[in-house]
């Protein structure tokens, strides 16, 4: 069946204790929901596994606390998500039962990270943000790097008088991106600091319909774009999307219904991804990756409502 749907997936359930693991891959059937925001919950993920029997389930539920989603096509899939199992739930749809998970990206130490510091007259912005970021115990991408003598963003956020920070790190990040303009991100592998501005990571994917592309691209008040295309697990925030598209809509916030040319236009674009949102359900129709862009980096159009285009 997997050959037949050009479709691939493999749940691995693990302990964060222990070297037990369990891999479930098709026939069973498998629904999620895997959402990245720039916002304070970060990488979240909604599994649903069906066709287990109870006694499965309970092993998955007392022995396991974390998940790792691989999906995409025959040949080509990567890393969805990687992260901590916060609540399961059992349930049943007609004859069917099903295990729902319901999942972070935050590990139980990482979420509880914790910056107790104060910095003295004279010290960078950057450096603060780098070392608040070192406590959270992941890897971390500042994009561009904080030091790259071709961009000086992170420098140019310059330096505080004396600054006390005793919170928890994840808020702090948000609070200081919050005053100085970047956005913080939890990804499978690592967390991504990345401006909100102009600056993007330099991995660039077209969009069209020749490549995947589901619909016509959702063009709002302002240089936004939703676009829905086939499964993409390596397209992550702060890449660019180039959308090519003959066909367009245009939301309600800027449409002139007596225009119709506004909706058979050509319409192409270059946009920051800023929220993703990668939804499956292996034996239906959806199989695909929503992704919300804007022009001028991954700074958020709060007028946009497209993310569940999906």
């Given at each position: 069946?997997t050959?037949?749907?050009?479709r691939?997936y493999?749940?691995?359930?693990y302990?964060?204790?222990?070297g037990?693991?369990l ?5 069973v059937?498998i ?5 990245y925001y ?13 066709g287990?029997n109870?006694a499965s ?5 007392s022995?396991y606390?974390?998940v790792k989603l ?6 080509g899939?990567d890393?969805?998500f990687d992260g901590?199992v ?15 998970l319901?999942?972070?990206?935050f590990?139980?130490?990482e979420?509880l990270a ?7 007259a004279?010290?960078?912005v950057?450096d ?5 970021a070192?406590?959270l115990?992941?890897?971390v991408?500042?994009?561009p ?6 961009n ?12 006390s ?5 994840y808020?702090?990040?948000d ?6 303009g970047?956005?913080v991100y939890?990804l499978?592998d690592?967390v991504?600091?990345i401006p909100g501005?102009a ?7 077209e969009?069209?319909a ?6 016509s691209p959702l063009?709002t008040?302002?240089?936004t774009?939703n ?10 925030p ?8 003959r066909?367009s809509v ?5 449409a002139n219904?007596?225009?119709?040319t506004q ?5 192409s ?10 939804v499956?359900d ?9 992704v919300q862009g804007f022009v001028?980096?991954?700074n958020h ?8 285009n999906?």
């Open positions: 069946m050959l037949l749907y050009g691939y493999e749940v691995k359930l302990s964060s204790t222990s037990e693991y891999k479930i891959t098709a026939p059937q629904q999620f929901r895997v959402s720039p916002y304070a919950v970060k990488g979240t993920a909604e599994i649903t596994l069906y287990l109870m389930m309970d092993q998955i539920i022995k606390d974390r691989v999906a995409g096509y025959v040949g899939y890393t969805l901590n916060f609540t399961p739930s059992k349930g049943k749809y007609g004859a069917d039962q099903y295990l729902l319901y999942c972070s990206m590990g139980r130490d979420s914790h910056t107790n510091t104060t910095w003295g004279g010290t960078r950057c603060i943000v780098s070392e608040i070192s406590s115990g992941v890897p991408t500042f994009v790097p904080v030091d790259s003598t071709e000086t963003f992170w420098p140019s956020l310059g330096r505080v008088q004396r600054l920070i005793s919170e928890r790190s808020r702090a990040l609070n200081l991106g919050d005053s100085h970047f956005f939890r499978a690592r991504l600091i501005t600056h993007g990571s330099g991995v660039v994917h969009i069209s020749e490549n995947g592309m589901e619909g063009f008040t302002g240089p774009v676009v829905v295309t086939r499964l993409n697990p390596k397209l992550c702060g890449d660019e999307i180039v959308v090519k598209s066909y245009v939301s309600a916030q800027g219904t007596m225009d119709q909706f058979t236009q050509t319409k674009g270059r946009y920051y991804a800023s929220s993703i949102i990668h499956g292996f034996y239906g129709e959806t199989w695909s990756t929503s001028n980096g991954v159009n709060p007028v946009t409502t497209g993310d569940d999906g």
